[in-house]
């Protein structure tokens, strides 16, 4: 009987610890994303899932909207995840400005909300790189 509870609490301490790593994972290095909308076309479909490398660039605090370090910056035709101007996740090609801000441009420039309408982007709002389209 003790032997069995023993092995429950180990059971539950490892689901745990399981659970706190992919958490840790999702929130610092790895999101998934689905699209909407055509401004990505064609490159990406609407209902694609996206592949978020968030340390691409570095590491971003969560909530405030910050980064704590910063590796790189983005290259000129990276696909990058960020917050617009008015809060909203959006998916573009990144080109690179000057130092702290970025020109978000989608691929479907007739139908795309970007940069054109609503300026420079700082680099602290982007979320991550797109690595990977499914």
């Known amino acids: 009987m003790a032997g069995d509870k023993k092995e429950q609490r180990g059971v539950l301490g490892a689901v745990c610890l ?3 790593v992919a958490l840790g994972v999702k ?3 790895v999101d998934l994303m689905v699209t909407q909308g055509r401004s990505m076309l064609p490159a990406l479909e609407p209902g ?6 968030k340390a691409a660039y570095g590491v971003r605090i969560p909530g405030l909207g910050v980064y704590l370090l910063r590796w790189s910056v983005p290259r000129s035709g990276d696909m990058v995840v960020f917050y ?4 909203e996740r959006a ?3 990144c080109y690179y400005v000057r130092e702290g801000t ?10 795309s909300f970007d940069s054109r309408s ?3 982007i700082s680099l602290d709002h982007i979320l991550g790189k797109v690595v990977a389209v499914k």
Do not use: H, Q, W
Not at 48 to 53: F, G, I
Not at 102 to 111: H, I, M, P, Q, R
């Open 18 to 20: 399981a659970f706190m």
């Open 27 to 29: 929130i610092f290095f």
């Open 48 to 53: 694609s899932v996206l592949v978020v490398n």
């Open 84 to 87: 617009t101007p008015l809060g």
């Open 91 to 93: 998916v573009k090609r």
């Open 102 to 111: 970025f020109f978000a441009l989608g691929d479907n420039g007739l139908e």
């Open 118 to 120: 609503y300026g420079l």
